[in-house]
């Protein structure tokens, strides 16, 4: 079995990061996006991956290359970038019609059982419930678990069970053959061959694709979620407390600390990341992602996403204030 993973989107709701690095090498809880969803599949017992790249690809590939060596990785270029069906598509030279594929965005994290979906014989989509479906693709379902229609992010939804984007073929050839046609006659919607409308003729074809529920669904489209995915995730991962002993500083987990890192005077967490060989002095950090090789002085951070060889130096205040004051530097 195959598993195509598209990491060929340039990321804009995650800029200023992704200005220079692809959006699945972005880190969370020690690690980055692309690392927890290859980590989490090589546990389950896959090794045959097919990656598709584009915008900063060679870092993927790099990425890839070194830290899993013992993988079969393949990587195909989308170029120009058209969606997430004509992704899947470039990749059907590296999958044998007959095969089975399992289909895996490369910006999300989920959480599901890989053995029950290959054996449930047919076709499968991931789902989960969310408030406002508006901003995903949408499954209809009736009561077998069976998908009766699809639809990319409805105006108005007829269901709130969200893709997750996941996405298992029993036979590899048949979302390639209804892409083939799809491609083939220009059917673009918004400008981008969409995975779920080639999923939707499959439906209304007659294909048998049955929805099944994940677990967690963490998002990392944007700073809010991104923050919200390490957080979580740090809580999942991380052992707590942790033998960390940096000079006067308190640590408050779950945090993730890279090696190499040197912290003194400090208040470090809850739920901060930071990365390897990163410098940090006279400063508070909490729910926070720091990248590596950057250094930190004299900094109140909250809330906040800093990159990798950053430098930010904040105010050093002194001051004697009385009982009973309030300050607000708001």
Same mark, same amino acid.
């Given at each position: 079995? *195959?598993?195509? +993973? ?6 804009? *709701? ?29 546990? @389950?017992?896959?090794?045959? !991956?097919?990656? &598709? ?22 990587? #195909?270029?989308?170029?120009? %970038? ?12 590296? #999958? ?15 959480? !599901? ?21 508006? $901003? !995903? ?17 409805? $105006? ?5 069970? @969200?893709? #997750?984007?996941?996405?298992? !073929?029993? %036979? ?27 999923? /939707? ?14 677990? $967690? ?47 003194? $005077? ?10 390897? %060989?990163?410098?940090? *002095? /006279?400063?508070?950090? /909490?729910?926070? &992602? ?25 105010? /050093? ?9 309030? +300050?607000?530097?708001?």
């Amino acid at each position: 079995m *195959k598993t195509v +993973i598209p990491v060929a989107g340039i990321g804009t *709701k995650l800029r200023p990061h992704t200005h220079t690095q692809p959006k699945a090498l972005v880190p969370v809880a020690g690690k980055p996006i692309l690392a927890h969803i290859v980590d989490s599949l090589i546990e @389950a017992g896959q090794r045959d !991956f097919v990656f &598709i790249i584009g915008y900063l690809g060679d870092k993927i590939e790099s990425f890839i290359t070194e830290r899993y060596p013992n993988i079969r990785a393949t990587f #195909v270029v989308q170029e120009p %970038r058209e969606g997430t069906g004509q992704a899947l598509w470039l990749a059907r030279d590296q #999958v044998d019609p007959e095969e089975q594929m399992l289909v895996v965005l490369g910006d999300t994290i989920v959480d !599901f059982d890989v053995e029950s979906v290959i054996r449930s014989g047919c076709h499968g989509v991931g789902v989960k419930k969310v408030d406002d479906p508006r $901003n !995903f693709g949408v499954a209809e379902i009736n009561e077998e678990g069976m998908v009766t229609r699809l639809h990319e992010k409805p $105006n108005i939804p007829k269901s709130n069970m @969200a893709l #997750v984007g996941v996405y298992y !073929f029993h %036979r590899a050839g048949d979302i390639m053959d209804t892409l083939d046609a799809i491609i083939g006659a220009g059917e673009r919607i918004r400008d981008e061959y969409n995975l779920t409308d080639a999923l /939707s003729r499959m439906v209304s074809q007659g294909a048998q694709v049955r929805a099944f529920q994940v677990g $967690n669904w963490y998002d990392c489209g944007n700073k809010n979620s991104l923050l919200e995915t390490n957080a979580v995730l740090l809580k999942r991962t991380v052992p707590s407390p942790q033998g960390f002993a940096f000079n006067n500083t308190i640590i408050i987990p779950p945090v993730s600390i890279a090696p190499g890192c040197d912290i003194s $005077n400090s208040i470090i967490g809850p739920n901060v990341s930071i990365g390897e %060989r990163t410098i940090v *002095k /006279s400063s508070i950090i /909490s729910d926070s &992602i720091i990248g590596s090789f950057s250094q930190l002085e004299t900094a109140v951070l909250n809330q906040s996403v800093v990159g990798s060889d950053s430098y930010l130096k904040g105010l /050093s205040q002194s001051l004697n204030i009385g009982d009973s004051t309030e +300050i607000d530097f708001s």
